[in-house]
């Protein structure tokens, strides 16, 4: 086939033909996508409408009333009145103050302790193999599998003052301490550790057995090298588990700090913020504030703070870690 060749004349376009008008540049023509393509491109959107409309009428639609409400002073029934950032200065006065106080003390037995002690218990364990490895990833995953408030409600039972099965019973039994020992959840100074305590023993599963799969993906000939080189339990930790694992130590820090950051069953049930104020959480005052108190302003104004939180501290944590992750 002769290909012909148009010349644009010194006139402009107004004296090139119709016919090769109408075509127009080849380059152009090469860069515009086949019609299959966009039909498909047009299809694909069509099917993710149906997940973007859900998304937009169940997650984004309320946070916008979210953010709406916590500029307003409102009951939940009547008419509701512009105040500002008022809700957002109240945050910084008791008991919400005291609140964000408490979810960062927990944040440490919540994430930060059951992170450090499962991978250190996680790079001892794994590089050793033993028979009934199984039975222990159960036993340690167990208290993930409980329902938060069987779990509350049993801990409740263990830190009774007295009775049969509580712990002070025992060590009673035991001649080990009075009959009717320490109320370790009705005391304020007790109360809040108590509940650290609990809250470490239900994460530190999940932290171990997340960290044992990542150590066992380790090569053992890395290990096997540092010793030659003469290098010990610590510098082979510091040096060869703590590196490799870095993503790893991402995911769990990030799992571990969204729930401690957004607990609310564990302490409802186990305490309700009791005694007084020495164990609520923003998760409690919200409750609190939107459905018992009737000021929805106040509770929308801590949920945006506490999602602003819960955000800012796992992005932290995301590019903090995996940076430099291998």
Request: glycine fraction near 12%; hydrophobic fraction near 50%.
């Amino acid at each position: 086939m002769a290909v012909t060749k148009v010349t644009v004349p010194a006139g402009g376009t107004d004296d090139i033909p119709a016919g090769a008008r109408l075509h127009g540049p080849p380059h152009r023509r090469a860069h515009r996508a086949p019609a299959w393509r966009r039909r498909d491109r047009r299809a694909g959107y069509l099917y993710l409408l149906p997940a973007v409309a859900f998304l937009g009428a169940f997650i984004l639609y309320p946070l916008a009333r979210v953010v709406q409400y916590s500029f307003q002073s409102w009951d939940g029934v009547g008419p509701a009145t512009y105040v500002g950032v008022s809700n957002y200065e109240q945050l910084a006065q008791p008991p919400q103050s005291s609140a964000l106080g408490h979810i960062g003390v927990l944040f440490i037995f919540f994430a930060i302790i059951p992170t450090g002690l499962g991978l250190m218990v996680a790079s001892l364990i794994g590089r050793v193999r033993m028979r009934g490895m199984g039975i222990f990833r159960v036993i340690f995953f167990l208290p993930q599998v409980i329902i938060t408030v069987v779990i509350a409600i049993m801990w409740t039972w263990l830190l009774a003052p007295s009775g049969a099965g509580s712990i002070n019973g025992v060590l009673h039994s035991l001649g080990l301490g009075p009959a009717v020992g320490p109320a370790y959840l009705g005391d304020f100074n007790t109360a809040l550790l108590s509940l650290g305590l609990v809250a470490l023993w239900v994460n530190f599963g999940l932290c171990f057995l997340l960290f044992l799969s990542g150590v066992q993906r380790i090569s053992p000939e890395l290990y096997d090298s540092a010793r030659v080189d003469g290098a010990g339990l610590v510098r082979e930790f510091v040096h060869i588990t703590v590196p490799l694992l870095r993503r790893e130590m991402g995911a769990v820090l990030i799992i571990t700090t969204v729930i401690a950051l957004q607990n609310f069953a564990l302490v409802y049930v186990a305490t309700n913020g009791g005694p007084g104020t020495s164990t609520i959480v923003p998760g409690i005052l919200i409750y609190r504030d939107a459905f018992q108190l009737g000021e929805v302003g106040t509770a929308a104004a801590l949920a945006i703070v506490l999602a602003a939180l819960v955000a800012g501290v796992t992005l932290g944590i995301r590019a903090l870690l995996e940076r430099k992750a291998v």
